[in-house]
């Protein structure tokens, strides 16, 4: 640690020019600087290491078996210095970096995908995580700085004037059932006609479930008696299969899956009534400074709403 304090990339880059050259008046010039100077650099390097780095030959200098070692590790320093300031200027102008991004369901899909696959056009070297969860824990996790920006609906406790909400919009519900469903095809499906089916949907209080038992009751029918609570779409969709089930996700969620092989297995309800879920929002902490990539995604991502 003593030497790599006192060594600067400037005396490395003068060592590699000699042993390169194997001339002390030709290194001294591709690192601008004089002859002299080189020379008293030279010696101060040696001086700092405890011994000669080249030995002098009529025909030019060449490194001790010493100065082989500091040349290996010179060019490996140098490579790392070189790399940092590139990842620096990458990431200061936006081009690099990290991105944390939690989403609930719907907009992770149509949103935050989109984002992502527009950055990495021009950015390939960024690096993202996302995580879809209830807008309760985005909240929390944003609060503790494990995300850099949300799109979540936040919960009546959370004061939001420490946030930055972005223009919101509403997610559409659609009720997604296997393609030999009798309801399957039809035109202005009701609600009323729909409570004799097993349902699964996600848990009491959360957002989609609130929706749809919220469009039941505007039209004076009462919730189906049979449901399976779950927030699992792999349990919801392997419940679907071969069965006269119903689950709704948001109209997201199924136009992906129908895009899929999955699609070939499960379709969507022609719903008459409109389900419609509370409006999420783009969240940022006021306090906190984003990244110059995470402001870029954030950009990104309002473009699409």
Same mark, same amino acid.
């Given at each position: 640690?003593? /030497? /790599?304090?006192?060594?600067?990339?400037?005396?490395?880059?003068?060592?590699?020019?000699?042993?390169?050259?194997?001339?002390?008046?030709?290194?001294?010039?591709?690192?601008?600087?004089?002859?002299?100077?080189?020379?008293?650099?030279?010696?101060?390097?040696?001086?700092?290491?405890?011994?000669?780095?080249?030995?002098?030959?009529?025909?030019?200098?060449?490194?001790?078996?010493?100065?082989?070692?500091?040349?290996?590790?010179?060019?490996?320093?140098?490579?790392?210095?070189?790399?940092?300031?590139?990842?620096?200027?990458?990431?200061?102008?936006?081009?690099?970096?990290?991105?944390?991004?939690?989403?609930?369901?719907?907009?992770?899909?149509?949103? @935050?995908?989109?984002?992502?696959?527009?950055?990495?056009?021009?950015?390939?070297?960024?690096?993202?995580?996302?995580?879809?969860?209830? +807008?309760?824990?985005?909240?929390?996790?944003?609060?503790?700085?494990?995300?850099? #920006?949300?799109?979540?609906?936040?919960?009546?406790?959370?004061?939001?004037?420490?946030?930055?909400?972005?223009?919101?919009?509403?997610?559409?519900?659609?009720?997604? @059932?296997?393609?030999?469903?009798?309801?399957?095809?039809?035109?202005?499906?009701?609600?009323?006609?729909?409570?004799? #089916?097993?349902?699964?949907?996600?848990?009491?209080?959360?957002?989609?479930?609130?929706?749809?038992?919220?469009? #039941?009751?505007?039209?004076? @029918?009462?919730?189906?008696?049979?449901?399976?609570?779950? +927030? +699992?779409? /792999?349990?919801?969709?392997?419940?679907?299969?071969?069965?006269?089930?119903?689950?709704?996700?948001?109209?997201?969620?199924?136009?992906? /899956?129908?895009?899929? !092989?999955?699609?070939?297995?499960?379709?969507?309800?022609?719903?008459?009534?409109?389900?419609?879920?509370?409006?999420?929002?783009?969240?940022?902490?006021?306090?906190?400074?984003? +990244?110059?990539?995470?402001?870029?995604?954030?950009?990104?991502?309002? !473009?699409?709403?």
């Amino acid at each position: 640690m003593s /030497l /790599l304090r006192r060594l600067k990339p400037v005396h490395l880059r003068l060592a590699l020019r000699i042993a390169e050259t194997g001339k002390l008046q030709s290194a001294a010039s591709d690192v601008a600087m004089s002859q002299p100077a080189a020379s008293r650099m030279l010696s101060d390097i040696e001086a700092h290491i405890g011994a000669p780095l080249f030995e002098r030959h009529p025909k030019g200098m060449e490194p001790t078996e010493i100065g082989h070692t500091v040349l290996r590790h010179a060019r490996q320093i140098l490579r790392g210095f070189d790399s940092l300031d590139t990842e620096v200027s990458q990431v200061i102008s936006g081009r690099a970096g990290t991105v944390r991004i939690g989403s609930v369901t719907g907009p992770a899909v149509e949103m @935050v995908v989109p984002a992502i696959r527009a950055i990495r056009a021009g950015s390939p070297d960024v690096e993202f995580t996302v995580e879809v969860a209830p +807008s309760t824990t985005l909240m929390r996790g944003l609060e503790e700085g494990v995300f850099d #920006f949300i799109i979540a609906r936040p919960p009546p406790q959370y004061n939001s004037r420490l946030y930055r909400l972005y223009p919101a919009r509403r997610e559409v519900v659609s009720l997604m @059932v296997c393609r030999d469903h009798p309801m399957a095809g039809r035109p202005n499906v009701r609600l009323k006609e729909l409570t004799g #089916f097993e349902w699964v949907i996600q848990e009491r209080g959360t957002p989609i479930r609130t929706a749809v038992e919220g469009a #039941f009751h505007s039209h004076g @029918v009462a919730m189906p008696p049979q449901v399976t609570n779950t +927030s +699992s779409l /792999l349990v919801a969709l392997a419940l679907l299969e071969n069965s006269t089930t119903i689950s709704p996700h948001s109209h997201e969620v199924v136009q992906l /899956l129908s895009a899929t !092989a999955i699609g070939a297995h499960v379709t969507r309800l022609n719903l008459l009534e409109d389900i419609l879920v509370s409006p999420f929002f783009v969240i940022t902490q006021k306090d906190r400074q984003l +990244s110059a990539i995470a402001d870029r995604v954030v950009q990104e991502t309002l !473009a699409r709403l």
